[in-house]
């Protein structure tokens, strides 16, 4: 497969990122069937490789509107701005699906599909910051103020991802603490269930690239043909 620019540059990054994506969740998913049930949780753990590369990705989507935000009221490029609102629309739609997968985890673990403790309250918060992004984004028509406006809330919004991961050890909360302690090092996992969880997150960190470079594009020749017509 192979994607062609508006300028008519061939792109065979994203098809290779995307096989390689699509590849690495194969494997993982074997990986994840192999390993061994946990000792408290058993054969649900296996939910986890799943919801946490899930999870991953939404805080990656986020961090790379955060970036591509900063990128475009530095640079004043509209294409910076398209590829924030791209890296928005994965981070939405994951942070949806971390929520769901939790819940299917939770229900057999905490007797609910969901309950008000911290980690969920502040991904809760979460989704609705990045749903108030693309209601301003179809609300404001001008394209400049669109995109500062959104620039702001993509940026704004990036702090409540920091404290959506330490929530578990800021409060007092039903969820698990973190598998693998980005602020610590410390990984409590078995070798074979942390290298299935460790292929999961690498295909999903392939698809993000792939996804967003993918929806960039489109994006790109969604306000090329817009501008045809208005010109």
Not at 114 to 126: D, G, K, Q, S, Y
Not at 134 to 142: G, K, L, N, Q, T
Request: net charge positive; aromatic share 12%; hydrophobic share 50%.
């Amino acid at each position: 497969m192979q994607l062609t620019r508006s300028s008519g540059k061939r792109d065979g990054l994203t098809p290779a990122l995307l096989a390689g994506g699509l590849l690495g969740l194969l494997v993982g998913f074997y990986l994840a069937l192999s390993a061994p049930p946990d000792v408290n949780q058993g054969w649900l753990v296996r939910i986890m490789y799943l919801h946490v590369p899930m999870a991953w990705l939404c805080y990656l989507a986020i961090f790379g509107t955060l970036g591509y935000s900063i990128a475009y009221l530095v640079r004043r490029n509209p294409r910076y701005d398209r590829m924030a609102a791209a890296s928005a629309e994965l981070g939405l739609l994951f942070s949806a699906l971390t929520v769901l997968s939790g819940a299917l985890w939770g229900r057999p673990t905490w007797g609910v599909y969901w309950t008000w403790e911290p980690r969920l309250t502040t991904f809760a918060i979460l989704i609705a910051v990045y749903v108030g992004y693309f209601v301003v984004r179809s609300a404001i028509e001008d394209p400049e103020l669109r995109a500062n406006a959104s620039a702001a809330i993509g940026i704004l919004g990036s702090i409540n991802v920091p404290i959506s991961y330490m929530s578990v050890k800021w409060w007092r909360s039903l969820h698990q603490t973190q598998t693998i302690d980005l602020t610590t090092g410390k990984v409590n996992m078995e070798p074979s269930m942390l290298l299935a969880l460790m292929v999961n997150l690498l295909a999903f960190t392939l698809l993000y690239i792939a996804f967003v470079r993918l929806r960039g594009i489109i994006a790109e020749r969604e306000a090329e043909k817009l501008e045809a017509q208005h010109g």
